[in-house]
């Protein structure tokens, strides 16, 4: 089982309005003890593995499961299907690019610029809310514009890693946290 960290808020401390995210990291070895994760296993997927057997439908791919920590134990949220990640034993950092004015209203068809597709090591750039005009030029054309992804052997390289392919990116108004996997 893979647990990650997901920061949904749109400013750093976790300030302001509440998004689709706005990046995560994997694992999140600071929150996820072995205690908690097997907390989990035994009250939240399990059971929704088996009830999924049992009515016939037995899931391929990769279950996110949104959970919180509460006094009472582990408490799922929410449940997305995801395509099957396999990072093997390297830790993960993604860093949401936004546009200006999200999670509300913001401006499309602004120019992206990017100096290269690949910053450095593991380094993976995933369009959301953009279009290709005509002409060829990448333009904004939603809220969470781009994911960049950074794989590496420590959390804090995939960290810089990622934070190196943002710093490739230009638009105007772009917007990101800085304080990805800091807490």
Same mark, same amino acid.
């Given at each position: 089982m893979?647990?990650?960290?997901? %920061? ?6 976790? #300030? ?28 939240? #997927? ?50 949401? $690019?936004?546009?200006?004015?999200y ?14 597709? %690949?910053?450095?090591?593991?380094? #993976?750039?995933?369009?959301?809310? /953009?279009?290709?005009? !005509?002409?060829?030029?990448?333009? /904004?054309?939603?809220g969470?514009?781009l ?28 917007h990101?946290?800085? !304080? $990805?996997?800091?807490?």
């Amino acid at each position: 089982m893979l647990a990650a960290q997901d %920061h949904k808020r749109i400013f750093e401390h976790d #300030l302001g309005p509440s998004t689709g995210g706005m990046g995560c990291y994997a694992p999140p070895i600071k929150l996820a003890s072995p205690a908690v994760l097997a907390a989990i296993k035994k009250s939240i #997927l399990r059971p929704t593995f088996e009830g999924l057997r049992q009515e016939g439908n037995p899931f391929v791919g990769m279950l996110f499961t949104g959970i919180m920590l509460t006094k009472k134990g582990p408490k799922a949220l929410e449940y997305n299907a995801r395509f099957d990640v396999d990072m093997g034993d390297k830790y993960c950092a993604v860093v949401i $690019i936004s546009a200006a004015g999200y999670p509300g209203s913001y401006p499309k068809g602004d120019r992206i610029e990017m100096e290269n597709r %690949h910053a450095s090591g593991d380094v #993976l750039f995933f369009h959301a809310g /953009t279009s290709l005009e !005509d002409d060829g030029t990448l333009v /904004t054309a939603g809220g969470r514009v781009l994911a960049v992804s950074a794989t590496a052997e420590t959390l804090e390289q995939a960290v810089r890693d990622a934070y190196q392919g943002v710093s490739t990116v230009k638009f105007e108004g772009m917007h990101y946290r800085t !304080d $990805i996997a800091y807490r």
